[in-house]
């Protein structure tokens, strides 16, 4: 008899958490767990978890203004405990921090351990004070559980990275040719929501640095905004970029279903976040692509990346730090192939969609046991 999880994602749209949480469903052990879904209406993410085969409910988790915080909150958690009583759930999984203060009432409430999924670096000071009631907690990094009160209980599961990211360089003609780029140009990509602490600018500001040492550079900056609001951040990117004199240099190719494919056309990912990142997504993709990495060194780029083996960090905000990262890295191709082959290699060891499955089912396994044991 599998034990039922409740996966709670207040979120319904596709951002980095919610991926992160589809990758996890793909890869659960059908054996020992089956997985129902609770987020806050239909939407993206429903939708894709129902083609995983997964049974979706949708409970009040969200809270748009302060005011009415603490009662959706209140709601949510009596959503939630209802329908863990109705379903048998064994476990419940907040996928998020938002998600967390709704579920770990619930799950207290109707005594089932509750694990909450921690994917932020800053967490506000409520949450601080409430992660060691959490049964367990999941870190996507190191630098994400070095920021976890003292007394949590705390596993470091990375991210599992898309299986179609391994073979993406396959299609590295194909796709340049769509585009409309030549397979001689070195296109240096930045990928991920459209975000100006993402770091886009610092990107853009190198470009000019490094064009008079690599007149056949091209900038790729794919993604769309966070959720599908709307602002005018892209067209402050294409008006900087005019200003800066490489508008031509410049491709904003807006958010791709075939992701994978765009990534492992590109001969350098830039990950220039000017805060720390909790994980980093986009650059354990690159490498499973085996495409090297320049990335700010901090927060858990630190650890995707690894300085002069498979990639290169600079400190974060430093346009001129970067520019001389992408020039030695056009310079020496040989670099750029070392790299390359590093970073897959680690990827596998690493990033596998699988291991993120397992270490995860392990995690509920011990928690499940426990409870039995002390019933």
């Known amino acids: 008899m599998t034990a039922g999880i409740l996966?709670?994602?207040?979120?319904?749209?596709?951002?980095?958490?919610?991926?992160?949480?589809?990758?996890?469903?793909?890869?659960?052990?059908?054996?020992?767990?089956?997985?129902?879904?609770?987020?806050?209406?239909?939407?993206?993410?429903?939708?894709?978890?129902?083609?995983?085969?997964?049974?979706?409910v949708c409970v009040p988790l969200t809270h748009q203004s302060r005011p009415v915080k603490l009662w959706n909150v209140l709601r949510g958690a009596r959503a939630l405990r209802?329908?863990?009583?109705?379903?048998?759930?064994?476990?419940?999984?907040?996928?998020?921090?938002?998600a967390g203060y709704p579920a770990l009432p619930a799950a207290r409430t109707t005594r089932r351990p509750v694990v909450w999924h921690v994917r932020d670096v800053a967490w506000p000071a409520l949450a601080r004070r409430l992660a060691p009631l959490a049964d367990h907690l999941i870190a996507n990094s190191e630098a994400t559980a070095r920021t976890l009160p003292e007394g949590a209980r705390v596993s470091v599961v990375h991210n599992g990275v898309d299986a179609r990211?391994?073979?993406?360089?396959?299609?590295?003609?194909?796709?340049?040719?769509?585009?409309?780029?030549?397979?001689?140009?070195?296109?240096?990509?930045?990928?991920?929501?459209?975000?100006?602490?993402?770091?886009?600018?610092?990107?853009?500001?190198?470009?000019?640095?490094?064009?008079?040492?690599?007149?056949?550079i091209e900038l790729w900056i794919v993604g769309?905004?966070?959720?599908?609001?709307?602002?005018?951040?892209?067209?402050?990117?294409?008006?900087?970029?005019?200003?800066?004199?490489?508008?031509d240099r410049v491709r904003l190719l807006g958010p791709r279903d075939n992701a994978p494919a765009v990534l492992g056309a590109a001969d350098v990912l830039v990950h220039p976040s000017i805060r720390p990142e909790p994980f980093g997504r986009s650059a354990a993709e690159a490498k499973a692509a085996g495409v090297p990495v320049v990335a700010s060194d901090c927060g858990g780029l630190r650890e995707i990346v690894r300085h002069e083996q498979d990639g290169l960090l600079f400190p974060p905000g430093d346009s001129a730090a970067l520019a001389r990262c992408l020039i030695r890295i056009h310079a020496d191709p040989a670099l750029r192939h070392r790299f390359a082959a590093a970073a897959v290699l680690d990827a596998e060891r690493r990033f596998t969609s699988p291991a993120h499955g397992r270490r995860t089912d392990d995690v509920y396994a011990a928690l499940l046991d426990a409870t039995s044991a002390a019933s």
């Open 82 to 98: 209802r329908l863990v009583a109705r379903t048998g759930t064994a476990l419940v999984h907040a996928n998020t921090l938002i």
């Open 7 to 56: 996966f709670v994602s207040h979120e319904t749209d596709l951002g980095g958490a919610e991926h992160s949480l589809l990758d996890l469903l793909a890869h659960l052990d059908r054996t020992r767990f089956t997985p129902r879904l609770a987020t806050s209406r239909d939407g993206p993410l429903a939708a894709a978890a129902r083609a995983l085969d997964v049974a979706t």
């Open 224 to 247: 769309g905004e966070t959720f599908g609001r709307s602002s005018r951040y892209p067209t402050e990117l294409q008006e900087h970029a005019a200003r800066l004199g490489v508008a």
């Open 165 to 216: 990211f391994f073979t993406a360089r396959r299609e590295r003609v194909r796709v340049r040719r769509a585009i409309g780029t030549s397979d001689a140009t070195f296109v240096v990509a930045t990928l991920g929501r459209l975000d100006p602490w993402k770091g886009h600018r610092v990107a853009l500001d190198a470009l000019p640095l490094v064009a008079g040492h690599a007149p056949d």
